[in-house]
């Protein structure tokens, strides 16, 4: 079973996200911002197999996240979801998400990207 941190500001996406990850047999951990993502990671052990982040978030935002991610948990892989376009989605400097989901979201490319990192 894929265990997922699913960081969402959006309670009623959240919440929907959460279904959704759950239909496709992932274990969810969800947090509204990212600061309390960063708190939760902390905390398991081991850290989980894919953490799914908003982009825009209230203080900590995605790419903080990513950032901070990368420098405590390497090998985790850190999927943005966003309803952004046309901005530089893939990355900030070196730093980059290893897949980035259009919203709204659907089961099709939520599977393909669980798939990818081992669902």
């Keep these: 079973m894929l265990s997922v941190l699913l960081v969402e500001d959006d ?7 959460e ?12 947090e509204g911002d990212g600061e309390r993502a960063m708190q939760r990671l ?9 953490i799914l982040t908003d982009l825009s978030l209230p203080g900590l935002d995605g790419y903080g996240l990513l950032r901070a991610v990368r420098q405590k948990y390497p090998g985790s892989p850190v999927v943005f ?3 952004h376009q046309g901005e530089n989605l893939t990355g900030r400097g070196d730093i980059r998400p290893d897949a980035i989901l259009q919203k709204p ?8 990207v669980l798939e990818r990192f081992g669902a």
């Design 11 to 17: 309670p009623g996406l959240r919440q929907v996200l």
């Design 19 to 30: 279904l959704m990850l759950g239909k496709l047999g992932c274990a969810v951990i969800s």
């Design 42 to 50: 902390t905390t398991l052990s081991p850290a989980p197999d894919l």
């Design 81 to 83: 979801v966003t309803g």
């Design 105 to 112: 979201v659907g089961m099709t490319e939520l599977r393909q």
